[in-house]
């Protein structure tokens, strides 16, 4: 089964600055979806960016940007020009490319999260 | 005009209620999951849906029943609530007609608590 772990419970950062947020997850499979989502304290579920595993070229959305390590497993998320509307909890997901039936398939495996605070 | 919406946003039951969380999505997807949130843990599947007749269970499934009534509804069932369901529940839909780019796309989240 596949595992997704996000080490830093609580990040920050100032307004304007740059920050990372690490993910790294498990998988013996070769193709895959990695995703980060933001959870504002709204509570809604937004999409922040989306890899496929077999792309090479680093994904970016805007400010939004990922560093996907596929040999190392490790998907990690910067965020540039940070605003105050960036805080919130950030979720990494792993979704299986594969259609090779089971349970696994189609399904998001989320890590633990990060909470984003971002200082005025 | 929110594309998945879920119902109730809040609400709170006893122990051994049978309580039901709904949702609906005007998508047109054919893909439907039940989300459970936990701090510390994320996100855990607990029912999916491809189409209509077929239903999945998830990780986290015991104690849970759920309905797809049609394309655009799907409902999560807890036959007799207790305390440890307490939780923040999400639904979301994605497309599989678009395997390569396939997106969850979530509903505002149903927070129960369960006394």
């Known amino acids: 089964a596949q595992t997704v772990t996000q080490s830093q419970p609580e990040m920050s950062v100032q307004e304007a600055e740059t920050v990372t947020l690490s993910c790294t997850y498990d998988t013996s499979e070769s193709d895959y979806y990695l995703f980060w989502y933001k959870q504002p304290p709204s509570r809604q579920m937004i999409l922040v960016i989306r890899?496929?595993?077999?792309?090479?070229q680093n994904a970016t959305e805007n400010r939004f940007s990922v560093n996907f390590q596929k040999a190392a497993k490790s998907f990690s998320l910067k965020i540039s020009d940070s605003q105050l509307g960036d805080a919130a909890m950030y979720f990494c997901a792993y979704r299986s490319a594969s259609n090779a039936g089971g349970t696994s398939y189609g399904k998001l495996t989320f890590g633990q999260g990060t909470i984003l605070t971002v200082h005025p | 005009d929110a594309d998945v919406t879920q119902t109730p946003r809040n609400r709170i039951t006893k122990t051994g209620k049978r309580i039901m969380l709904e949702c609906s999505q005007t998508k047109g997807h054919d893909r439907m999951y039940w989300y459970r949130q936990d701090p510390g843990l994320g996100l855990r599947l607990i029912y999916y849906?491809?189409?209509?007749?077929?239903?999945n269970k998830g990780e986290i499934s015991d104690g849970y029943s759920v309905s797809r009534q049609a394309q655009a509804k799907f409902s999560l069932s807890l036959e007799s609530a207790i305390p440890n369901q307490t939780a923040l529940y999400f639904c979301a839909t994605s497309d599989g007609d678009r395997e390569v780019k396939e997106t969850q796309y979530f509903g505002p989240g149903t927070r129960l608590l369960v006394l």
């Open positions: 890899q496929e595993a077999y792309k090479q």
């Open positions: 849906s491809f189409d209509v007749k077929d239903i």
